[in-house]
């Protein structure tokens, strides 16, 4: 607070009284001037008169002429209302006290503090510091609670919590709505991927060609694993394709006997249980591919070995056999029982693949080697990597055509198909000359294989591949074609032998090949009359019948 001089002759304020309104009135009181007389004797103050304006008046003593000599008396300040009228205490001025005309000039205040009156001693109580000291109990409020303003703020509060429930509320509607068309959303797609899966959408017309087992028309994918077992106890060989075809998510053993005739690198003919043992797998691979018409990706060499390990690690398999596997001892048990769903190990696959009964076809066996082989497919994982793992746990030398990935995802594929009853085995039908039949070419080169190298598409720059069939009833003629078309930059396809026909045919199915049928027919020397539209071999481009007519090139 600001240290001040007492003035005794500045005008005082002094309270007289309450208006209508319970607050305080306030008058100026100019004190008297006395002489000082240092001689005189104190007086006793003398008590004013009481005006009424309606209310008692606080007592408030009238100050005396200051006495330098007289012992001061401990003063007891008297509590008073006090509004702020803007007293500065640096000057000890105070405006003038109007009271107020009406209400509406003066806001009635919520809480008027009472300040003690001031005294009239200089410098009024310090402390030791020499600055005024106030006590906490100098100072009171008077509160005056407004019912009113409480029921006001009350219901703010009540209408405020009242709208956060609403847009609480609401917003919860909301996320439910948002959350039930999700749901909905996910049911149609589900439902609708379901039905497309099964190809039982009406809308979609070709949802039945590509479901699983189905028959697609127009150019299928197909990927071809060529599988060679060979027996390392007692020799022999045993071949068979793995088919998957993507289009129709089909998956085929296509069995082969060794009895095939296949061509060499040179022209000449020889059967495929040779050209296993002598050529290896390339020249086999591409002998296959070139006879049938069919990409091979790669070559599988399984050893009986490596086929023991390989039922061993899948868990053994469950297949139907169709006869005893006797023991090596005379007189044993038989190493694998007739009949149905027969669990068998990896010892036990073997005896079963490999075996051949006295006086059996060797078509019986290579359907055996077909059982094990799908009893294999069936165990296997159908994830790539689960697949490869156990490819590679065989520990053994693949073909570079096949590395172990890419074996491991064939497998995993081939395993799917066998597990949704999507697989089936098939014999390629040969005749007695190790050549192909007609039954062949419609059941198991066409609607298996696809016929055509690419699966229907003949790749830019592969020789145009012409089945020869001798029907002159010369032996040579089959020998002098292929020298022709050999030197001719053609394919050659031994298509064997059939009934003597006077005159001789060039023939071809698709009208594209129309160019390339007259080329072949003038390389043979045959007339262009000879080139007809027809229905040509499955494995060839271009179908050749040699007749009586054929003049044999010198």
């Known amino acids: 607070m600001n240290d001040r001089q007492y003035d005794p002759y500045a ?18 009181v100019q004190p008297q001037q006395q002489t000082y007389d240092p001689y005189a004797q104190p007086q006793e103050p003398q008590q004013p008169q009481q005006q009424g304006y309606g209310h008692d008046a606080p007592y408030v003593p009238q100050q005396s002429a200051y006495d330098p000599y007289a012992q001061q008396q401990p003063h007891q300040p008297q509590q008073f209302p006090q509004q702020d009228y803007g007293y500065d205490y640096g000057t000890a001025q105070q405006p003038a006290v109007q009271a107020p005309s009406s209400p509406q000039q003066a806001p009635e205040p919520e809480a008027v503090p009472v300040v003690p009156q001031q005294r009239r001693d200089e410098g009024g109580d310090r402390g030791e510091s020499g600055e005024r000291d106030y006590r906490t109990e ?30 609480e509320a609401k917003r919860r509607g909301r996320n439910r709505i948002v959350a039930l068309a999700v749901a909905l959303a996910l049911v149609a797609v589900g439902g609708v991927g379901y039905l497309w899966y099964a190809g039982k959408l009406p809308f979609l017309s070709s949802s039945s060609d590509t479901k699983k087992g189905a028959t ?18 007692s020799g022999g060989t045993s071949t068979a394709l793995l088919v998957n075809n993507v289009t129709t998510q089909q998956g085929t053993t296509v069995l082969l006997p060794n009895s095939l005739s296949v061509p060499n690198d040179d022209g000449s003919r020889t059967t495929l249980g040779k050209s296993v043992g002598a050529d290896g797998s390339a020249g086999t691979r591409d002998a296959i591919s070139s006879l049938l018409g069919t990409k091979i990706t790669g070559t599988w060499r399984l050893d009986t070995p490596y086929l023991e390990n390989l039922v061993d690690l899948v868990g053994n398999i469950d297949i139907s056999t169709d006869v005893d596997v006797p023991a090596a001892k005379q007189g044993g048990e038989p190493v694998v029982k007739k009949g149905d769903d027969q669990t068998l190990s990896g010892p036990m696959a073997v005896a079963y ?8 076809a060797d078509t019986k066996q290579l359907q055996r080697f077909g059982a094990v082989m799908y009893g294999v497919l069936r165990k296997i994982s ?41 697989y089936k085995t098939a014999v390629l039908p040969v005749q007695s000359d190790g050549s192909l039949s007609q039954q062949a070419s419609d059941s198991v080169v066409k609607d298996i294989l696809g016929g055509q190298v690419g699966g229907g598409v003949v790749d830019k720059g592969t ?30 396809i031994d298509a064997g032998n059939t009934t003597t026909e006077a005159v001789s045919q060039v023939l071809y199915g698709d009208p594209a090949q129309k160019a390339k049928a007259i080329e072949v027919a003038k390389t043979l020397g045959l007339a262009d009359s000879a080139v007809k539209q027809g229905k040509a071999a499955a494995n060839s481009d271009v179908s050749v019948v040699i007749g009586k007519d054929y003049k044999l090139q010198q």
């Open 463 to 492: 020789a145009v591949r012409v089945g020869v069939k001798n029907a002159s009833g010369n032996a040579k003629a089959t020998e002098a074609a292929r020298i022709t078309l050999v030197n001719g930059g053609y394919a050659f």
């Open 382 to 422: 159908d994830d790539p990597k689960a697949a490869t793992v156990t490819v590679q746990t065989l520990a053994q030398i693949l073909d570079p055509s096949l590395p172990e990935s890419d074996l491991g995802a064939s497998l995993a594929k081939l395993a799917e198909h066998a597990k949704t009853g999507a």
């Open 353 to 360: 693949a490999t075996y051949k009964g006295p006086g059996e």
């Open 216 to 233: 697609a028309a127009g150019p299928q994918k197909r990927d071809v694993i060529e599988v060679d077992l060979h027996n390392t106890k």
């Open 11 to 28: 005008p005082q304020v002094q309270l007289v009284g309450y208006d209508e309104y319970g607050r305080p009135v306030y008058q100026q």
């Open 138 to 167: 100098q100072f009171s409020f008077i509160e005056e609670p407004d019912e009113d303003s409480e029921d006001v703020i009350d219901w703010l509060k009540f209408t405020e919590s009242r709208s956060e429930r609403r847009e």
